[in-house]
């Protein structure tokens, strides 16, 4: 056991902290601090940044730009990015489909997406879930029926996150209906989200924002080689993918972010003729927040520190569940400390309330979404009683 | 010690209900009414006069029904049911009451009869930034002007502020916080409407040595204390009837979601917690229809309040956050109701002070009496 960072990921810590914060634009950065919505450029410019300099998809294989780093490297690079207040790379990309395509992609697949892939020159979409199929995800019913050199799919999807701004999508489609188990007969198509037969409706989200969205295909033609490994063997891709994307979902650097910001403002709050940072009930939450997230974050720690040989430690559902809920309760925090002023929110520049004060209910509303999206926290307690305990 | 709805109460019920059940049939009729401004529905504002609902509370002479706070409480109860936005307790309860408490005959012939006429909406303008819940005026000050006065200063978030007719104006006078009348046409006075999370409005107003005319003279901090109290209790009855609502929303959800090849009532994970949520609701109602009682009663209003808003702010953050989170991704979404539901609740949570600020209040007094007794001093 150790507890400090050598004296080298001490410096590597350095390092990440000085280029997060000096060459990711300023505006942007602020931009996600105040849990404003980034424009599709930003994002771009932001992941560009990072990818120039070799930081976007440090995690993928070496020879498609990644890092050969410790899991330890990785979880310092992710948590000062989120405490800077960059965008992480977006995950459709670095996290999801580029890993897959990485292990299960073709050799021309490879050439042809992955360099795209973690430039955001293609910006990706993922097309899993479906209205009957949420947690039930192997009960998807979208086909595809091969056509010459063709697959032609029909059938919707939905809560295809940034669905208006991607060019291409991942999709998981039934290929072999008469499959006996329902996770046998899917397979992952890739296509074009301007592909004659797509179209996309926005799905307007609680907190006024547009981000999911329905996709409908009708006899939608994808060539055959845009089948990302063995036909009816999509299954096992999509766990590998679910896998990945349940890692980093904790972002306890954006949590830590959110208590500093939630310690201003409670300082310039007033209650009763003083600082509100100086109500006893009001600090001992910020303490409890605190002292949770340092629990997690240590979990994490040890999680990485363990999973060196690759395979993911027991505990990593701990925190996609705690995570999540710690997020949650971070942006409560923010809504109580505004308190009246909450209710400012959708005031205009010209309003006397803070910024930060009219923002922070339907940010609150709005992360109500992070213990439902990724593996809702009920499929994670299913997961830690039915693989950890056995029950 | 009875705790049912006496016959009358029991047809007032089904009356607001049947009224409330045309004018908000579904959520839809809800959203294409808060998507429009004055963000609440002008005709069933009328309706609600028509029934005799606006005047309610006050005395017959000044052309209300002279019914009492269970009667409100009624009403308050079924507005959170369908998610009615109109400002029936910022008018009535809370604007009126203040009127009510202390201002003169003719004022309250005057204003409280057309509240009830529902012609006038009149709303408090209370809040100021920087402060939280507090029933003292800290940046707004009224100067005297010969006969009249003026006020000074900026007043935000306002429920309605900028629909409304009449505002009653708490502000920093000589001696403390005074109330001061001002009409929506008055110079000097500036407002600005926004939407707010939950589908009402609320304004900026600002006063710019705008007219006023006293209601009531000297310190109000009291009656502001009082009204806002009983504002409270029907904020938690109202916070009831969504909470309701949003239980039921999700147990028929539970009984009709198929996942995994089974409704998702086939989980004993989720129905236990639907069953938590239940007795959430009935602890919050128990004591939201106790408070209503003690202010019926005469009895300590502001700690009956303080009791119910501590219980009701805990339920429906509780109720809010599950009937989401057992919905799955569609609780999330603006075109199902529930969410909604959810935002109201924390809407009502953060208007009058939320469960942390009344259990301060309620610490603040443990160490005076031995034990709590909701029938006996000071409650009865
Ligand atoms: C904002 C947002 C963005 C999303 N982005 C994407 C995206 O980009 N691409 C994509 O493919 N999908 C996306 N999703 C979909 C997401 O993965 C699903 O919402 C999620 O899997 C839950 O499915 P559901 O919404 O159908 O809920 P349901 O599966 O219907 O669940 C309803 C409730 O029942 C619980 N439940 C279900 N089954 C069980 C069980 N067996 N035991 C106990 N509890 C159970 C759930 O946890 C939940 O509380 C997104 C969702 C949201 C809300």
């Known amino acids: 056991m150790r507890l400090q960072l050598s004296p080298e990921?001490?410096?590597?810590?350095?390092?990440?902290?000085?280029f997060f914060t000096t060459q990711v634009p300023q505006e942007i950065r602020d931009q996600v601090a105040s849990h404003r919505e980034l424009t599709k450029e930003q994002y771009v410019e932001a992941m560009?940044?990072?990818?120039?300099?070799?930081?976007?998809?440090?995690?993928?294989?070496?020879?498609?730009?990644?890092?050969d780093w410790t899991p330890l490297q990785h979880h310092i690079w992710r948590e000062e990015m989120q405490l800077a207040g960059v965008p992480e790379p977006l995950p459709f990309n670095a996290s999801m489909i580029g890993p897959v395509i990485a292990t299960f992609g073709t050799?021309?697949?490879?050439?042809?997406?992955?360099?795209?892939?973690?430039?955001?020159?293609?910006?990706?979409?993922?097309?899993f879930s479906e209205p009957d199929a949420g947690s039930d995800l192997a009960s998807l019913r979208t086909t595809a029926v091969r056509d010459g050199d063709d697959w032609v799919v029909n059938g919707q999807k939905t809560w295809t996150t940034l669905g208006q701004h991607a060019d291409w999508i991942f999709c998981l489609v039934r290929t072999d209906p008469t499959a006996e188990k329902k996770q046998r007969g899917i397979s992952m198509l890739v296509f074009p989200m301007d592909s004659p037969g797509v179209t996309l409706r926005p799905i307007e989200l609680l907190d006024g924002t547009y981000e999911v969205n329905e996709v409908f295909f009708e006899d939608v033609r994808v060539p055959a080689e845009n089948l990302i490994g063995t036909e009816n063997d999509g299954w096992t891709i999509a766990k590998f993918l679910l896998g990945n994307e349940r890692v980093g979902i904790a972002r306890i650097g954006s949590t830590k972010k959110m208590l500093a910001q939630a310690k201003e403002h409670a300082r310039e709050m007033r209650s009763n003729g003083r600082p509100l940072i100086e109500d006893p009930r009001t600090a001992a939450r910020i303490a409890e927040l605190e002292n949770e997230l340092v629990a997690l974050?240590?979990?994490?720690?040890?999680?990485?520190?363990?999973?060196?040989?690759?395979?993911?430690?027991?505990?990593?559902?701990?925190?996609?569940?705690?995570?999540?809920?710690?997020?949650q309760a971070a942006t409560e925090l923010l809504v109580d400390l505004a308190g009246p002023l909450s209710l400012a929110s959708f005031a205009g520049d010209g309003s006397e309330v803070p910024a930060w004060a009219r923002a922070a209910t339907p940010h609150y509303l709005n992360y109500r979404?992070?213990?439902?999206?990724g593996g809702s926290n009920e499929v994670q307690r299913t997961i830690i009683a039915g693989s950890i305990l056995g029950l | 010690m009875n705790f049912d709805y006496d016959s009358e109460q029991n047809d007032l019920r089904e009356a607001v209900r049947g009224l409330l059940a045309r004018a908000y049939a579904d959520s839809e009729q809800r959203r294409s009414v808060v998507a429009t401004d004055p963000g609440f529905d002008e005709k069933t504002w009328s309706r609600l006069a028509e029934m005799g609902l606006l005047g309610l509370p006050f005395a017959e002479d000044h052309g209300g029904m002279g019914a009492g706070p269970v009667e409100v409480a009624i009403v308050a109860e079924e507005i959170g049911r369908?998610?009615?936005?109109?400002?029936?307790?910022?008018?009535?309860?809370?604007a009126g009451g203040l009127v009510a408490a202390v201002g003169t005959d003719e004022q309250k012939a005057e204003i409280l009869g057309g509240i009830s006429e529902g012609t006038t909406i009149a709303v408090f303008a209370h809040a100021e930034p920087g402060t939280r819940w507090s029933p003292a005026a800290e940046a707004v000050t009224a100067t005297q002007d010969g006969d009249g006065w003026t006020l000074t200063g900026v007043k935000e978030p306002v429920p309605s502020g900028a629909r409304a007719d009449v505002l009653v104006v708490s502000a920093v006078v000589d001696g403390g916080t005074g109330l001061l009348v001002v009409r929506g046409d008055a110079q000097g006075l500036t407002r600005t409407s926004y939407r707010t999370h939950d589908g009402t409005r609320a304004a900026q107003v600002r006063f710019e040595g705008t007219p006023a005319v006293a209601l009531g003279s000297g310190d109000q901090t009291a009656a502001i204390e009082r009204a806002q109290a009983e504002a409270r209790i029907a904020y938690s009855h109202e916070a009831i009837g969504a909470m309701d609502t949003a239980l039921r929303t999700t147990a028929e959800y539970l009984r009709t979601r198929k996942q995994f090849g089974v409704t998702l009532n086939k989980f004993q994970a989720l129905t236990f917690r639907a069953a938590d949520m239940y007795v959430s609701l009935e602890l919050a109602r128990s004591t939201a229809l106790w408070a209503s009682m003690v202010q019926d009663a005469g009895g300590d209003v502001v700690s009956a309040a303080d009791r119910a808003r501590l219980q009701t702010s805990r339920a429906g953050r509780h109720i809010g956050k599950e009937a989401i989170q057992l919905h799955g991704g569609i609780g999330v979404t603006a075109e199902y109701s529930v969410g909604h539901y959810t935002s109201r609740l924390t809407a009502i949570?953060?208007?009058?002070g939320d469960g942390d600020w009344?259990?301060?209040?309620l610490a603040a007094d443990v160490a005076s009496y031995p034990t709590v007794d909701p029938l006996g001093a000071p409650y009865a």
Request: glycine share 6%.
């Open chain 1, 107 to 127: 050799q021309e697949q490879k050439e042809r997406f992955l360099p795209k892939t973690a430039n955001l020159d293609i910006w990706w979409c993922q097309g």
């Open chain 1, 297 to 327: 974050e240590l979990t994490a720690l040890r999680v990485v520190a363990n999973s060196a040989d690759g395979k993911p430690h027991p505990a990593s559902s701990v925190l996609k569940l705690r995570g999540s809920e710690l997020q």
């Open chain 1, 369 to 373: 979404k992070v213990s439902i999206y």
């Open chain 1, 9 to 18: 990921l001490e410096a590597f810590r350095e390092e990440m902290r000085t």
């Open chain 2, 358 to 361: 009344a259990a301060d209040r």
């Open chain 1, 48 to 67: 560009r940044v990072l990818n120039a300099a070799g930081l976007a998809v440090p995690h993928w294989p070496v020879e498609w730009g990644g890092k």
């Open chain 2, 349 to 352: 949570d953060h208007l009058l």
């Open chain 2, 82 to 94: 369908v998610l009615a936005p109109e400002p029936f307790i910022e008018t009535v309860v809370l």
